[in-house]
């Protein structure tokens, strides 16, 4: 696999407390250098990034009720309706895990399904906290997820969820083509990253995204 | 200080998005059987804190924008207005910080005026990730805040996921104290475990404390 042929299954991210104007710049200007599939940015550098954007192919990615989940859902979906609205092509919204747990299935499954008619067509990716839930969760989770119509699961959010490997080939049998995976959170190496894409990742993102692409060949 | 007065000084603080009802129901309880001042919670749980917590000395403090601040003051407005239309007796927010540290000031103030005033009267802190800001600019969110109105500054999320965030210190305490005055009240969250510490740093004059420890802390007082 070459370096683009990678970056075009990537994500990428610069999201965290206090970034700034001038390092969102910067990122942006060096990942637009990459075919990548999307770049996630809060939703305040969510118009400045689209715009940095404009011409590549990379899709603006934004993030709602992230990366906790713990959002009203009201709220998470009037943040997602404002994201679409102002820049992303792609959002990454969280599923909210403890109603699932209380057995507020019907809530979620709404809540997914209005997502869905909000996205109109746009990606988006419902984030699960992977690394703190069963296998059975794990599926359970995403079948939900094909029935109201999502098409990407992300395994983690990042911030120290790691994802465990094995993640992929358990949603990938059960779910096959009908649910793409992307593979969040822990991502640091090409091997990791190659392994992942060999086990039936669709997408993979991490924050090293250079360390990871520049040791590929160029083409 | 008795153990009801050092409760009352007390959000005690579970920001878990995967915690049940019952077990959320459960801890909302006890919060109430302890007296503590308020439970600091993730909107998502608001509408059962309101119900369990209805008629005792215990309020519901909802965790708005928490813990990526980088979103439009429009929005976090938004968000403290949902919960507080669900029953949240008090408003945590986080500062934009990115805005802060390029300087975006005015944006900031507005920010902090449209959460104040989504929060119809009632208080609001704002949290200021005070480890990862320079004096200067410590200095500057803290004049914001004083300026637009909200009631407390908080040191920190806690939020365990940024990797460069640190436990609060009674050095954090001493600044904060510094830069805000008579303006306004102090919040220290982060880090917060023992009896000792709590009792140190409301000794030098912080109001609020944000911890998970709150159990502890009271029983630990002799």
């Not at chain 1, 997602?80 to 209380?102: K, Q």
């Not at chain 2, 998502?44 to 403090?61: C, F, I, S």
């Not at chain 2, 029953?87 to 449209?114: C, F, P, T, W």
């Not at chain 2, 040191?155 to 365990?160: D, L, N």
């Amino acid at each position: 696999m070459n370096r683009a042929e990678a970056a075009r299954r990537m994500n990428t991210s610069i999201i965290g407390p206090t970034v700034t104007q001038s390092e969102v710049r910067d990122f942006v200007l060096r990942a637009r250098m990459y075919p990548l599939a999307g770049l996630a940015v809060e939703a305040h550098w969510l118009a400045f990034t689209h715009e940095m954007l404009q011409g590549t192919p990379i899709h603006t990615v934004g993030v709602a009720n992230y990366p906790l989940g713990g959002a009203s859902l009201d709220f998470a979906l009037q943040m997602t309706r404002w994201c679409y609205d102002h820049g992303a092509d792609e959002m990454d919204v969280n599923v909210p895990i403890g109603l699932l747990r209380s057995g507020e299935v019907d809530a979620v499954r709404r809540y997914l399904q209005q997502l869905v008619r909000i996205a109109a067509g746009r990606v988006v990716k419902g984030v699960i906290w992977s690394d703190e839930m069963a296998d059975e969760e794990i599926v359970e989770t995403c079948q939900l997820m094909v029935e109201c119509g999502v098409p990407i699961v992300k395994t983690n959010p990042g911030f120290k969820h790691v994802t465990s490997f094995h993640v992929v080939p358990l949603i990938k049998e059960q779910l096959g083509e009908r649910l793409k995976v992307m593979v969040a959170g822990g991502v640091r190496t090409t091997q990791q990253m190659l392994e992942l894409f060999d086990l039936g990742a669709d997408i993979v993102t991490t924050s090293t995204l250079w360390q990871v692409l520049d040791a590929l060949p160029e083409a | 200080m008795d153990k009801f007065d050092l409760a009352q000084t007390i959000d005690q603080t579970d920001l878990n998005p995967t915690k049940t009802l019952g077990a959320a129901r459960a801890f909302f309880e006890q919060a109430a059987a302890y007296h503590f001042a308020s439970v600091a919670i993730l909107p998502l749980y608001v509408d059962l804190a309101a119900a369990v917590l209805k008629g005792t000395q215990t309020k519901v403090d909802a965790a708005i924008a928490y813990p990526l601040s980088a979103v439009p003051g429009s929005m976090k407005a938004a968000e403290t207005a949902d919960a507080v239309q669900r029953g949240a007796d008090e408003i945590d927010y986080v500062m934009n910080v990115g805005a802060l540290k390029s300087g975006e000031y005015g944006l900031l103030v507005e920010e902090a005026r449209q959460v104040v005033a989504a929060a119809d009267g009632r208080v609001v802190k704002v949290i200021i990730e005070l480890w990862g800001l320079a004096e200067n600019e410590a200095r500057a969110a803290c004049e914001i805040a004083c300026e637009a109105g909200v009631h407390f500054v908080k040191s920190s999320t806690g939020y365990k996921g940024h990797k460069d965030m640190r436990a609060s210190t009674v050095d954090d305490a001493h600044l904060l104290l510094r830069l805000v005055g008579d303006r306004a009240r102090v919040k220290i969250a982060g880090g917060i475990t023992d009896t000792a510490f709590a009792l140190e740093l409301l000794k030098l004059g912080v109001a609020r404390l944000g911890t998970s420890s709150g159990v502890a802390i009271v029983d630990g007082l002799a």
